[in-house]
């Protein structure tokens, strides 16, 4: 389902919309895109781009897709920009659209999302970074590169093991730092429902990583739950 524009009537006060341009400087940035303001939706689209690709990578295996619909998203933000009220952060609604596009990519595709083992083109290790950084942290002076590059396909197979649902969560929790009440709004689901979603995902995740981490020994597959 395509996430709608909420609209208001020309002259009407509007107090959320006025207290999260107040706190959000993305959202005043999409008003001034409104506005057709110039270099306003570029900036919007440098600030979101590559977060944006990388979640989109993770969630349909590709990253050619993923910046396909990348590009779909800006898009339909900059059609919908004449009648942007926000209701919620600018990330949420921008993730939210996301969501919704790469679901019906993969249904349309027929297909769960297959990421290739493999290291591949540089942006594909790009997409990887932030979670790679957080657990190569972990390990101290002694990690090497070649250490980074080998955590990088443990990562990602291990969230392969994940559900749809799951791993977007753990990408939005993860990546853009996001509470459970804004992946709730994102994925359509209640804030209870995430934080099962999270914790059995970040279970799973503890079992294939671990092992690794402890030892370099991998102890990748089992099933999504």
């Given at each position: ?11 009407e006060?509007d ?5 999260l ?6 959202v ?5 895109v409104?506005?057709?303001?110039p270099?306003?939706?570029?900036a919007?689209?440098?600030?979101y781009q590559?977060r944006?690709?990388g979640?989109l990578y993770?969630?349909v295996?590709n990253l050619q897709?993923a910046e396909d619909?990348s590009q779909?998203v800006?898009l339909r ?6 009648g942007?009220r ?8 921008l993730f ?10 993969l249904?349309?595709k027929?297909?769960?999302?297959t ?7 540089g ?5 990887m ?10 390990e101290?002076?002694a990690?090497s590169q070649?250490r ?5 396909d443990v ?6 093991v994940?559900?749809e ?9 993860k ?7 804004e992946i709730?709004e ?8 995430v934080k ?11 079992e294939q990583?671990e092992?690794?981490?402890a030892?370099?020994?991998r102890?990748?597959g089992?099933?999504?739950?």
């Open positions: 389902m395509d996430q709608e524009v909420p609209t208001v009537t020309r002259g006060f107090p959320l919309a006025s207290q341009a107040a706190r959000d400087p993305d005043r940035l999409m008003l001034e409104g506005k057709d303001t270099g306003a939706f570029e919007l689209v440098q600030r590559d944006l690709v979640i993770h969630l295996g897709e619909l779909d800006f933000i900059y059609k919908a920009r004449k942007y926000p209701r919620a952060r600018f990330s949420t609604w939210a659209i996301a969501h919704n596009l790469a679901l019906n990519h249904r349309g027929g297909r769960k999302p990421v290739p083992i493999s290291g591949g083109r942006t594909d290790s790009q997409a970074a932030p979670i790679v950084q957080q657990l190569a942290s972990r101290g002076s990690s070649m980074k590059v080998e955590l990088t990562i990602r197979q291990a969230l392969e994940l559900g649902d799951q791993k977007m969560a753990v990408l939005l929790s990546f853009e730092e996001m509470s459970y009440a709730a994102v994925m359509g689901r209640s804030p209870a429902a099962s979603l999270l914790a059995r995902a970040r279970n799973q995740l503890r990583l092992p690794y981490l030892s370099g020994q102890n990748l089992g099933t999504s739950a």
